[in-house]
C-alpha cells in the first residue's frame, strides 16, 4: 500500500526567507503526487501536481516541489515566504486500486507560520 | 458559485442524534470522497465512491454510512452520533484517471 510522510509538524520561517516542507512517499509503482494548502476555516486548494512529467513542477503562488525517485521525496520550496503563506500544507500521494482506478491518500500535514 | 457546496457548514447536534451531511458537485466528475479531518491526523478516507452504483468504504467507515443519490450528490450520515466523531468533515469529487480531487469548504462537526 502506498504512504506519506510530512516529517515535520510544524515549521516556522521569518518572512522574507525560503520555505521547506518536506514529503517521503512509499509506493511500488510510478505515483502521481500532489501538494495541497488550507487556509484557517477554509477547503483544501491544489498548490501543484507530479504525474510523470517534469520532475520539476511549479505551483500557485511561487511554490514548487521536485520529485526525487532515488530518495522517494517530493519536498516543497518557495524562495521568499509571505505571511499570505501561513497555513497548512498537505502532501498526497495516489493509491491505485486493485481494477487499476486511484484514490488519495494525505500525509498528516504541516502547519507554517510566517514571522514578521 | 462554488464547484463543491457541502451543507451546512456548521452543526452541532448531540449524542445519539441522527445527521446528514449533504454534498453537491457542479464539476461532472464520477469520483466523489468523504474525508474527515482531524488535528495532527491529516485527512482520512471515510467512503467514497467512482459511480452512482459504485460505494466502498474507506479507511475509518464505521459508525458512518453514504447515499450516492446522483452523479452529483452524495451524502453521509451519522446514524447515532458519539463525541469522537467530532471533526471536521471534507467532501471533494475527481474526474477518472490519476488527477487530482476538488474539495468543499467543509462541514465543522460537533457532538456533545
Known amino acids: 500500500a502506498q504512504s506519506v510522510t510530512q516529517l515535520d509538524s510544524h515549521v516556522s520561517v521569518s518572512e522574507g526567507t525560503p520555505v521547506l516542507l518536506r514529503c517521503n512517499y512509499s509506493s511500488s509503482y510510478s505515483p502521481s503526487l500532489f501538494w495541497y494548502v488550507q487556509h484557517p476555516n477554509k477547503g483544501l486548494q491544489l498548490l501543484l501536481k507530479?504525474?510523470?512529467?517534469?520532475?520539476l513542477v511549479k505551483g500557485i503562488n511561487g511554490f514548487e516541489a521536485e520529485f526525487k525517485k532515488s530518495e522517494t521525496s517530493f519536498h516543497l520550496t518557495k524562495p521568499s515566504a509571505h505571511m499570505s503563506d501561513a497555513a497548512e500544507y498537505f502532501c498526497v500521494v495516489s493509491d491505485i486500486r486493485r481494477d487499476s482506478s486511484y484514490k488519495l491518500i494525505f500525509g498528516s500535514g504541516t502547519r507554517l507560520l510566517v514571522r514578521p | 458559485d462554488a464547484d463543491v457546496t457541502q451543507t451546512p457548514r456548521n452543526r452541532i447536534t448531540k449524542t445519539g442524534k441522527r445527521i446528514m451531511l449533504e454534498c453537491s458537485q457542479t464539476k461532472g466528475h464520477d469520483r466523489m470522497y468523504w474525508y474527515r479531518q482531524d488535528p495532527g491526523l491529516g485527512l482520512r478516507l471515510i467512503y467514497y465512491s467512482f459511480d452512482v452504483k459504485d460505494i466502498n468504504k474507506g479507511e475509518i467507515s464505521d459508525g458512518y454510512s453514504v447515499s450516492r443519490q446522483a452523479q452529483a450528490k452524495f451524502s453521509l450520515s451519522l446514524e447515532s452520533a458519539i463525541p469522537n466523531q467530532t471533526a471536521l468533515y471534507f467532501c471533494?469529487?475527481?474526474?477518472?484517471?490519476?488527477?487530482?480531487?476538488?474539495f468543499g469548504q467543509g462541514t465543522r462537526l460537533t457532538v456533545v
Open positions: 507530479y504525474t510523470s512529467a517534469a520532475t
Open positions: 471533494a469529487t475527481s474526474g477518472s484517471g490519476n488527477t487530482e480531487a476538488f
